[in-house]
Structure formats: C-alpha cells, structure tokens
C-alpha cells in the first residue's frame, strides 16, 4: 500500500500536519480513536467519507514514522 495515496500534508489544511486526502480528517485523529477503543467499523459509521485503506494507510503511517525515531534507550 502507498501511504501517500491516502496521506497528504497541506500547511493550508489542519495546520500541517498529516490528513486523509480529500478530508480535514488528521492521521492524528484517527489514531486516537483506535487507541481510546474505537473500532474501525464504528470509524467508518461515524466518518461515511472514511473507507477502510484509509484508516490503513493512518495506522502505516504511524508505523513508518515509529521507525525512524530512534530512540536510544
């Protein structure tokens, strides 16, 4: 999956950061909805503009970015 299919960033848009095309819908936000126990059927009944490569694409985002953080520990 190309993450950049359904991520883009737009400093006109959600101040910068990282959203899903063609919504002001932030990676971020979905990320939060998973991580307080969301579901991603309830996402997609919640946000009908939503489909389920998106919430994909939020969750290898995330991943991609985990990746090169490089924490020491």
Do not use: H
Not at 38 to 52: G, K, R, S, W
Not at 63 to 72: Q, W, Y
């Amino acid at each position: 999956m190309s993450i950049s299919k359904y991520i883009e960033i737009d400093s006109s848009k959600r101040f910068g950061k990282p959203i899903i095309k063609g919504t002001r819908i932030s990676v971020s936000d979905v990320l939060n909805w998973l991580g307080n126990g969301m579901t991603v059927q309830e996402i997609l009944e919640d946000f009908p503009a939503l489909n389920e490569n998106q919430i994909r694409a939020c969750l290898l985002y995330a991943s991609s970015k985990e990746n090169s953080l490089g924490i020491a520990s």
